[in-house]
């Protein structure tokens, strides 16, 4: 069965710190994958989604992420991270087709001054 | 506005007694989703919605009904709710499954207290 596993459950950073927030999926076909964000007490909204073409996507805010077939992995990053990004952060993936999207447990971010 | 609008946002309960959570869209979207967030566990899926009379169980879907008579509305039905039901609902729609965008549009939540 399809999985997306975020490895790091709460980080804490510095504002002006570079951030990187591994997810890895699990399945070896074609797969479109997403980063979702939760900022305290609202939805999810879409940060960045990658279908095909260019590995590196670039998303709102400043985010970014790279797809590495590879690894299995779909990595989060930004550059320098600011108190406002403080928030909860989901990455999910979808197999082609009439699929749901399959959520990782998410990795909440707290950002410091 | 292109929206996703759950009712209601806050409520508290007790065993037993029926309740349901309604859902709206109006982006005319074919597919909809319940979700339930606890911490720790994340998002889990309990039912979807591929289009009209069309519904589908997802992992979590045990003590759950939905149905999905219209094409704007899916509501989420707690028959008999339990204390373990107490969580965070999101109700979500996207254009369409088989497109597979997979952009999801998430309403604001309902939090759900069952004592």
């Known amino acids: 069965a399809q999985s997306v596993s975020q490895h790091n459950h709460h980080v804490i950073l510095s504002e002006a710190a570079s951030l990187e927030l591994g997810c890895n999926y699990s399945y070896g076909g074609t797969v479109n994958l997403f980063w979702y964000v939760q900022y305290p007490g609202q939805h999810l909204q879409l940060l960045l989604k990658?279908?095909?073409?260019?590995?590196l996507v670039k998303g709102i805010k400043g985010f970014e992420a790279e797809f590495i077939k590879s690894k299995f992995s779909f990595n989060l990053r930004k550059p320098s991270v600011q108190w406002s990004d403080t928030a909860e952060y989901f990455c999910?993936?979808?197999?082609?087709?009439?699929?749901?999207?399959?959520f990782g447990k998410g990795t909440r971010l707290s950002v410091i001054a | 506005e292109a929206q996703v609008t759950q009712n209601p946002r806050y409520l508290i309960t007790v065993t037993g007694k029926k309740l349901t959570v309604t859902c709206s869209q109006n982006?005319?979207?074919?597919?909809m989703s319940w979700y339930r967030q606890d911490p720790g566990l994340g998002l889990r899926q309990i039912y979807y919605?591929?289009?009209?009379?069309?519904?589908d169980k997802g992992d979590v879907p045990e003590g759950y009904k939905v149905s999905r008579k219209e094409k704007r509305n899916f509501p989420l039905i707690l028959e008999s709710p339990s204390p373990n039901q107490t969580s965070l609902y999101f109700c979500a729609s996207s254009l369409s499954s088989r497109k597979n965008t997979g952009e999801l549009f998430f309403g604001e939540g309902s939090r759900l207290t069952v004592l």
């Open positions: 919605s591929m289009n009209v009379e069309v519904t």
């Open positions: 999910a993936s979808s197999l082609s087709g009439n699929t749901p999207l399959v």
């Open positions: 990658y279908f095909s073409g260019d590995p």
């Open positions: 982006m005319n979207h074919e597919y």
